[in-house]
């Protein structure tokens, strides 16, 4: 598949800042990556937002939508009463072959009720899983689920664990991705009842690349491919490491300003370092979540997502689409 070829359907009405920061960020990514976006939601706000922009209007169409997902919002009640809601209408463009796959930085339930009730499951998968990928000390890691479901059984885990090993292999590149599974020991028969009987169906799959439990510590050494956890687990650990990077980052420059002229010229000096540790740390690099197990692809944003976010989700999500992602899941499961 082309870039030209790829269209992507943008929740425009998503996130704190809705077309403001949506439409900007999505047209950059259409200018950048060559792919054409569908901005879906209030029209006449859309196309506000756009004639502040300069752009081919070739790569970007607009589609109505009455009605917003509310961050407070129910995800069943988005389902039944806001059949016009933004997320629902770009769901449907995706699910009849109108774009190729979905972005939205709006309510994350609605988002993947959206996914599984008008976009459906891929054969085989139980239930769909948020995937994130981090930075490590070697390559970036995948971690699965990351907050799509809370409440999981073994084989949901299992299922994880492939779904998230076809991502680092087709996004990432990694030949053989190890896959471990989050726990509070590196020992076999560590963890709850959970972790206890997902790693037993772990052992009986065979030859998929699980190599043993991995421990909070682990996760950002580079020594596994691909971690995986329940989605409570894995918003807590999503959330806490944004969290512990920002801070960090905001600690090192408060230092460096409190801190003697030899510690400030060398900061100047080191700066360019910062700048890219800074980024690796940056959501917005990233873009968005893709919920993996869909039978399209659609990324969930942070509700905070800036237009650097929503451009990289854009992009990202065309590379999905180009690597065929979808089929390597298909393939795993």
Partial sequence: ?????????VDAMGGDQGPAVVVPGAVEAATQAEVCVTLVGDEAKIITELRKLSFDQNLVKVVHASEVAEMHDKPSEVLRRKKDASIQVASRLVRDGKAHGLVSAGNSGATVACGIFILGRIPGVDRPALASVIPTEKEPCVVVDVGANVDCRP??????????????????GVENPRIGLLSIGEEEGKGNSLVKEAYELFKMAGNIGF???AEGRDLFTGDFDVVVCDGFVGNVVLKLSEGLGSSFAHLLKREMLDSSLVAKVGSFLTRGAFKRFSRLLDYAEYGGAPLLG?????????GASNAKAITSAVKMAA?????????????SI
């Avoid at 598949?1 to 359907?9: D, F, K, R």
């Avoid at 084989?155 to 990432?172: R, T």
């Fill in 1 to 9: 598949m082309t870039n030209e070829s790829i269209v992507i359907a």
């Fill in 294 to 302: 869909l039978s399209h692809i659609a990324l969930v944003c942070h």
């Fill in 211 to 213: 190599i043993g439990n």
């Fill in 319 to 331: 590379t999905y689409i180009r690597n065929a992602t979808n089929q390597h899941i298909v393939a």
């Fill in 155 to 172: 084989h949901n885990l299992l299922q994880f664990g492939l779904m998230g090993s076809a991502l680092s292999k087709g996004i990432l």
